[in-house]
């Protein structure tokens, strides 16, 4: 006892040593993948849903420029579909003879209309007027189904889509 420096501990053994080190990087791991779980804001809208194909976009960005008056969200439609409304730059830039590009499909996204250029009626600085009937297949889809548009120039960094829900009536 002389010889004691008076440390007062006991001497680790190096699998001691192991055991601690090993027991901390489980325990930081699992710190580290909580946070990750972390669930992230996100922004919805209630009768459309914006999509890309290789970055996500809020459903309000998707619509910045556009504005459609016809068809309304869940609106019946029959052999044709009537689309109106206008282009106001920002996401939805005309070009000179096109508006925006339109397609309707089924529930199962299948197509129920070719894929159509909106051509522009009337064109006032960046404001791009449109109306437009589209035809349906015939023996047209019954239930519900979604009109896609996309923007005549579309942006080199993000895809932008806009779905309309509607319903088909025979």
């Known amino acids: 006892m002389a010889d004691d420096k008076g440390g007062g501990g006991v001497k680790w053994e190096p699998f001691e040593v192991i055991l601690v ?44 420029g556009l504005t459609i008056t016809h068809p309304l969200p869940s609106e019946k439609v029959y052999a044709t579909l009537a689309l109106s409304g206008s282009t106001n730059g920002c996401n939805w830039t005309s070009t000179p003879t096109v508006a925006l590009y339109a397609q309707v499909v089924d529930g199962s996204g299948k197509p129920v209309s070719g894929y159509i250029a909106v051509p522009p009626a009337t064109v006032t600085g960046t404001v791009t007027k449109f109306a437009m009937t589209i035809p349906l297949t015939t023996g047209a889809a019954t239930g519900n189904g979604l009109l896609i548009l996309l923007p005549a120039a579309p942006s080199l960094d993000q895809s932008i889509s806009y779905r309309i829900p509607i319903t088909f009536s025979p």
């Open 21 to 64: 080190i090993l027991l901390l990087v489980g325990l930081l791991t699992k710190l580290q993948s909580s946070f990750k779980k972390t669930p992230s804001p996100t922004t919805t809208a209630s009768h459309t849903t914006a999509t890309t194909s290789s970055q996500k976009t809020s459903a309000a960005s998707a619509t910045c």
